[in-house]
């Protein structure tokens, strides 16, 4: 069995978009920390710290891969290894072919949480394998920052018999959160990761964000989230009936 040695997190934040830290303030504490060998900085739908990061990669111990998550209708998907702006608001199909016009790697975020996702969360549990059609090349199941309980066991769920390669992320927004979730991967460089990912040879691991990550957070930026989707008791219902 091939050891998976390599520790990829590739879903932080930064004020980018609606992180704390700035760019250069993430790739100096993972050299601290000397725990990841391979990041990446994914904001939402811009890409200007990633391009900065990737940019400044010789200065650093570790990968750093260009990256994107997009906003797409019924998901987020982390798009690895672009340069170029993909517009948001596209079908998940639509985002996936933009992300692989350019060359890259299209993962599905968090499909578990449906604070993001909505009623497709019972679109991914009822029809798995949509996922293939719409050429996901991976999926995130575990975030160490989901703020629904049980939606990485969701997102396991959904995977569970797609012959999909599996990522596990920090969906970091703080310095302390960067690397709770994280990727093992055969290898240790960025185009090891890449073929771990084609050949399915990853696995996710890690721990919930320690509840100060959350209190740094503003309280308008947390209720916003928990106010996004109406429709939690009616999915809540649905979920219930899933699991009897």
């Known amino acids: 069995m091939t050891t998976l ?19 250069q303030q993430v790739l100096d504490h993972a050299a601290r920390r ?18 900065w990061a990737y940019t400044h990669r010789a200065r650093y111990p570790f990968d750093i ?42 993962i599905l975020a968090h499909p578990g949480e449906p604070l993001i996702n909505g009623t497709y969360v019972l679109r991914y549990l009822r029809r798995p394998e949509v996922l ?16 629904t309980p049980g939606n990485n066991r ?14 596990g992320s920090s969906d970091a927004h703080t310095l302390s959160a960067i690397g709770s979730g994280y990727t093992r991967f055969a290898g240790r460089t960025a185009g090891d990761f890449r073929t771990a990912l084609a050949t399915g040879q990853t696995a996710a691991e890690g721990s ?34 899933l699991r009897n």
């Not at 040695?5 to 760019?23: E, K, Q, V």
């Not at 995130?140 to 703020?147: D, L, S, V």
């Open 154 to 167: 969701l997102a396991q769920r959904i995977c569970r018999d797609l012959p999909l390669p599996v990522v």
């Open 34 to 51: 000397g725990h990841l060998d391979v990041i990446a900085i994914t904001d939402h739908d811009v890409l200007d710290a990633s391009l």
């Open 208 to 241: 919930a964000w320690p509840i100060i990550d959350y209190l740094k957070l503003s309280p308008g930026s947390i209720q916003r989230k928990l106010s996004k989707y109406s429709g939690l008791n009616t999915l809540s219902s649905h979920l219930a009936r």
């Open 132 to 147: 293939i059609e719409w050429n996901v090349d991976a999926v995130e199941i575990f975030n160490a920052g989901t703020m």
């Open 65 to 106: 891969i260009p990256g994107v998550e997009v906003t797409a209708r019924g998901g987020h998907v982390i798009a690895l290894w672009v340069v170029q702006p993909i517009p948001k608001g596209l079908s998940i199909l639509e985002t996936v072919a933009a992300v692989h016009d350019q060359g890259g790697v299209a």
């Open 5 to 23: 040695t390599g520790r990829a997190d590739i879903h932080i934040h930064t004020r980018a978009s609606d992180g704390l830290p700035n760019a």
